[in-house]
């Protein structure tokens, strides 16, 4: 089991079921009622905790098994099964998907970015002169950071808002207009991409074994602590968005799956490392080296330190990684999700976030809320808002159903270059959850 992320761990071979890596699904759990992001509640059936939404960290008192050694994983060159769990159970209940879930974080931290949480945060906010500062003590260091807040031009308080590393590259202005509030996260402060030693988050938990990206998902969740307690910084922590570009949409990516209190999602050209299934990228890649090509795992990994150093072994042995980055993206199931893509840059590819978007929509289906994700691909500027592809009327919906509340948004958006190739890289089917 990582360190630090909680629940008890119980022993367990590494292989299970049909899926030869040892890792398994996932346990479609949490839609239902009014909201529009499908998740809460509890399960008249399947007993257990149903509880998706609301919560940084599902599952918590879910058991978890201890990891195989990579000696013992087993190459698997398809996308795994996200509905088997890791002892080989299959996902039949809401419950179990809330399990799965917590099985999924901890294997991406695990074999790719190490742990989110070390030591246990005490959050205190203050707000003055549009900027939320965020006080975190209990750790080795006690430390503190600032995000500045641009209150929109129409709506009332409590607004809801969008936080952006680096701002985001979304139109801020024309969502002000729409009544969402801006939040600028400047993220390399909590860590640094170049550093796993700097920043406030190494300094806090006494330790520099996990990259930027779980990094930058901490200080994000760090944001909403002190949110929920500052009501004078006039925002509604229930009704938040996290986006990014490029670097900083693989960041976005991680933000949203490892906080279940985000109610949208938006990753954009995030490539190798966010959307981007690790197996496509390697096979998309088709041998290539140096900078031509698209970026795999190996590049990916030497061009910042975005991940853990465990992920490195993967470089020669991608098909030996016991899960993929569909799994990452199922994990924002059944909240918002809009993810961008961008065809103009071969680096990106587009095909292998295609894959691994699509086998994460069947995820979004079996919980029943296949219109809570949405993609579009198309061509335009690295991290620019000249769409072509109707990418704005996709992020308008998503903002008017998942922050304004508008329940007759229709965000049934679904233009992807390619359609998921089940026969390529998928040997499971999806159930039915009830």
């Not at 009014?34 to 058991?63: A, F, H, I, Q, Y």
């Amino acid at each position: 089991m990582t360190s630090g992320t909680g629940g008890p761990s119980t022993s367990v071979s590494g292989a299970g079921g049909s899926d030869p890596t040892g890792a398994g699904g996932a346990d479609p759990t949490g839609v239902g009622g009014s909201n529009p992001t499908g998740g809460g509640g509890s399960n008249p059936t399947g007993g257990g905790d149903t509880t998706l939404v609301g919560v940084e960290t599902p599952g918590e008192d879910c058991p978890v098994p201890n990891m195989p050694s990579f000696g013992e994983l087993k190459a698997y060159d398809k996308l795994h099964d996200p509905f088997t769990m890791m002892d080989g159970t299959k996902v039949t209940t809401r419950a179990q998907w809330v399990c799965r879930h917590r099985e999924i974080s901890e294997l991406v931290q695990h074999w790719e970015t190490g742990p989110k949480e070390v030591k246990k945060a005490t959050v205190k906010g203050s707000f003055a002169g549009g900027k939320l500062t965020i006080n975190v003590s209990g750790g080795a260091q006690n430390v503190s950071f600032s995000v500045s807040i641009s209150l929109p031009s129409t709506g009332s308080p409590p607004y809801p808002a969008l936080i952006g590393l680096s701002n985001g590259s979304l139109d801020n202005n024309h969502l002000k207009q729409m009544g969402v509030a801006i939040i600028n996260y400047d993220h390399n402060g909590v860590q640094p991409e170049s550093d796993r030693s700097g920043g406030i988050f190494s300094k806090f938990h006494g330790n520099a074994e996990s990259g930027a990206l779980i990094a930058w998902a901490w200080g994000a969740s760090r944001i909403i602590d002190a949110l929920e307690s500052t009501p004078d910084a006039q925002i509604d922590p229930k009704r938040l968005a996290i986006t990014g570009c490029s670097r900083n949409g693989k960041g976005a990516l991680m933000v949203g799956a490892m906080d279940s209190r985000f109610a949208l999602t938006i990753p954009q050209e995030s490539g190798s490392g966010g959307v981007a299934a690790w197996r496509v990228s390697e096979v998309d890649n088709k041998g290539q080296t140096g900078s031509a090509g698209v970026q795999n795992l190996t590049r990916t990994y030497g061009e910042q330190k975005w991940f853990s150093k465990t992920i490195e072994q993967f470089g020669s042995a991608v098909t030996k990684l016991p899960l993929d980055h569909h799994q990452l993206v199922s994990m924002v199931a059944p909240r918002g999700l809009l993810i961008l893509g961008n065809l103009n840059y071969e680096w990106l590819s587009t095909n292998n976030a295609d894959q691994a978007g699509g086998a994460a929509r069947l995820v979004y289906e079996a919980l029943g809320v296949k219109q809570n994700i949405g993609y579009v691909d198309s061509g335009h500027n690295h991290c620019g808002t000249d769409y072509k592809n109707g990418e704005q009327a996709a992020i308008d919906a998503f903002v008017k159903k998942f922050l304004l509340n508008d329940a007759s948004a229709n965000t049934d958006v679904w233009k992807p270059k390619n359609e998921l190739d089940k026969a390529k890289w998928v040997e499971w089917t999806a159930p039915t959850i009830p």
